[in-house]
């Protein structure tokens, strides 16, 4: 059976943009693929968070895991800091990725573009080499992601290669992104030509709102002039948003999307149709979410992950250990 891993980093609430890009994709994976899900907490620590709050984010993710209907009979959900194999390959895979690589990718410019020079972190900068040994760990053939994180994968996928080529073997197993094909890059509310993020939350429909804010948030959604419903990114960014958000959460094209909406000339009537479709599916999901976050059961659930992750990982580190010539003894 193939394998799929992806993870989401708690370094805030999640936002409708993590639920459709990345819970609700995980979910249709695990019946098809040996599943890896994790929080990517080491991965929260590249920008300063506050303990307590990484702390209830990580638990709140492995709440979000479960009521998104991810099976752990399935799907092995996993603490990526409870295996430190990802750290150790991290060590190692820092050295074959090159800086230049690493200064081009478009999340470190976006974040470090945010801060002083002098207080750009340096995991900031490594971000996707950790990421790399993420995927590689399990020896990965595809890797559900939204789109800000394909650039990542293909890093991964360069990396690959160099190093395959370098040992003159296959080491490590070629992975791939895949996104949806609806609602791969949700944008935000306030600001439709920029992406919906837990880290910059103006705009962003928060998966703990309470359903009146989420509504409020959808009614009063930036829009354009006009009253016509259509997909056009460029010069209708809200509406087409909105369209995206609809056709995502109803499983249907953008296209079948803008068929049902052609006879609405109504920027109000429409929003309301889209926020009751948001709300059909988060009320339910929030329901569940907050019957699964007790302490026992989220320990419980990373306990078992921890075991079978751990299990594989250590596998595949001691492999490319022996690959590079560091000395594995019993
Ligand atoms: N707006 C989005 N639309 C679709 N997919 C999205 N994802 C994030 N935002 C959107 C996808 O969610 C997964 C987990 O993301 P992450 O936590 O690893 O970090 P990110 O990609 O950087 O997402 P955020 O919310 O913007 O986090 P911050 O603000 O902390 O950087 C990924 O698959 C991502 O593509």
Do not use: C, W
């Not at 790399?132 to 760990?137: H, K, M, R, S, T």
């Not at 070629?174 to 103006?202: H, N």
């Not at 929030?286 to 302490?295: D, G, P, T």
């Amino acid at each position: 059976m193939k394998r799929s891993i992806s993870g989401i980093k708690p370094t805030g609430n999640l936002t409708l943009g993590n639920y459709i890009g990345a819970l609700r994709e995980f979910k249709k994976y695990q019946d098809e693929y040996e599943n890896y899900v994790f929080i990517a907490d080491l991965h929260a620590l590249t920008l300063p968070i506050d303990p307590a709050f990484l702390r209830s984010n990580t638990k709140d993710i492995v709440a979000f895991y479960l009521a998104s209907g991810l099976d752990i009979n399935k799907t092995t959900i996993f603490l990526q800091s409870d295996v430190s194999a990802h750290s150790e390959l991290n060590s190692i895979l820092i050295n074959y990725l090159y800086m230049g690589e690493l200064s081009r990718m478009t999340q470190f410019k976006d974040k470090s573009a945010k801060l002083n020079h002098e207080a750009i972190g340096v995991g900031l900068f490594a971000y996707p080499v950790l990421m790399a040994a993420d995927i590689l760990l399990y020896n990965a053939d595809v890797v559900p992601v939204g789109e800000d994180q394909q650039q990542h994968v293909e890093l991964t996928r360069d990396l690959v290669h160099r190093f395959n080529t370098r040992y003159n073997k296959e080491v490590f197993v070629m992975p791939k992104a895949i996104t949806p094909k609806v609602g791969a890059r949700i944008m935000s509310l306030s600001d439709p030509t920029k992406k919906m993020s837990k880290s910059d939350p103006k705009g962003d429909i928060f998966l703990k709102d309470e359903p009146n804010i989420i509504r409020k948030k959808i009614m009063s959604a930036v829009t354009d002039t006009g009253s016509d419903i259509i997909y056009d990114p460029v010069n209708k960014p809200g509406i087409s948003n909105l369209l995206q958000i609809y056709a995502a959460l109803s499983d249907i094209s953008i296209e079948e999307a803008q068929t049902k909406f052609k006879d609405i000339h109504q920027y109000g009537e429409f929003k309301k149709i889209v926020a009751d479709k948001v709300l059909e599916e988060i009320i339910p999901f929030q329901e569940r979410y907050k019957a699964f976050l007790n302490n026992n059961t989220i320990n419980e659930v990373l306990n078992i992950g921890k075991e079978r992750a751990r299990k594989v990982a250590n596998k595949t580190l001691t492999k490319i250990k022996k690959t590079v010539g560091l000395y594995v003894h019993e």
